[in-house]
């Protein structure tokens, strides 16, 4: 599938890591950063490049840790959310940013919540589509019936190297089908999935993805205070969502001080793509 012209590609070195980054818009731009979730790279935000960039925004979508091109770290400890939230404050530095935009979907909405808590006052916003806040997540996880029996997952993509041998079984038919499945009928046209099994194919990059749900138990996350996370933020929730209980939107979007929550009753879980022109436009107004 044919990219657009107007994304450029580089290679950033930052916290230690080597970050691969697709890119557009004006070098003088406010800096927006987008970042993907699993099982997707910088691809997933193929459809946001323009609208944004020609708004003036300098867009940068990395490969997060352990996905495509970027480096990927053997131990699953590196894969704590602190750490791939300082890749992208080392990422800015990199590109001569204080302040900046984040938006992140699913896993990468994940990091954004963590950046909002650790520097807050280096975000002009933050953005999180379909994800709540981690620490709420978890104990969700624990406490909570319903979303236990959603996150059973979890467990699954955790487990040492079955993991890998099964979601390459098929050409990576599983996950092939969570994007197909899920999400509006021709979001995923057999070119696209293409792309998608080029990624996952990179050395190691399967155990990198799967690495950032085995470093969920690792630690504890701290949850902040009610109204405690200071950026402006912006919550997207598509109802349709299989894999987390509504109610956590608005929990999540109570720990921030200045908030919007908008729910999307036609999209799930893949909101970016379900929705693309409600989301661009959403974003847009927030930035």
Request: glycine share 6%.
């Amino acid at each position: 599938m044919a990219t657009d012209s107007g994304v450029r590609f580089s290679f950033v070195t930052a916290n230690g890591v080597t970050l691969h980054c697709a890119e557009a818009g004006p070098d003088d731009g406010p800096l927006v950063v987008l970042l993907h979730g699993f099982p997707e790279f910088w691809f997933a935000w193929r459809d946001y490049f323009r609208p944004l960039a020609e708004q003036g925004f300098r867009v940068v979508a990395p490969d997060q840790r352990g996905y495509n091109l970027s480096s990927k770290p053997e131990s699953p400890e590196a894969y704590r959310l602190e750490n791939a939230s300082a890749d992208v404050f080392a990422l800015a530095d990199v590109l001569g940013r204080e302040r900046f935009h984040v938006v992140g979907h699913d896993w990468g909405a994940a990091v954004a919540w963590m950046m909002a808590g650790l520097e807050p006052r280096r975000l002009l916003s933050a953005a999180m589509l379909q994800a709540p806040h981690p620490a709420l997540w978890l104990n969700a996880i624990r406490t909570d019936k319903d979303q236990r029996r959603r996150s059973r997952y979890v467990q699954i993509l955790r487990a040492p190297w079955l993991s890998e041998m099964m979601l390459k079984m098929g050409n990576y038919a599983a996950l092939a089908r969570a994007f197909r499945t899920l999400t509006r009928p021709g979001a995923f046209s057999p070119e696209i999935l293409e792309r998608y099994r080029e990624a996952w194919r990179q050395p190691g990059a399967l155990t990198g993805m799967l690495n950032w749900y085995r470093a969920l138990f690792v630690a504890e996350l701290p949850t902040p205070a009610p109204g405690g996370l200071i950026p402006p933020a912006l919550v997207l929730w598509g109802d349709r969502d299989d894999l987390a209980i509504p109610h956590l939107a608005e929990d999540s979007a109570a720990l921030c001080k200045n908030v919007r929550v908008r729910h999307l009753p036609q999209a799930g879980h893949w909101i970016i793509h379900d929705a693309p022109d409600v989301v661009r436009d959403a974003l847009l107004d927030h930035l």
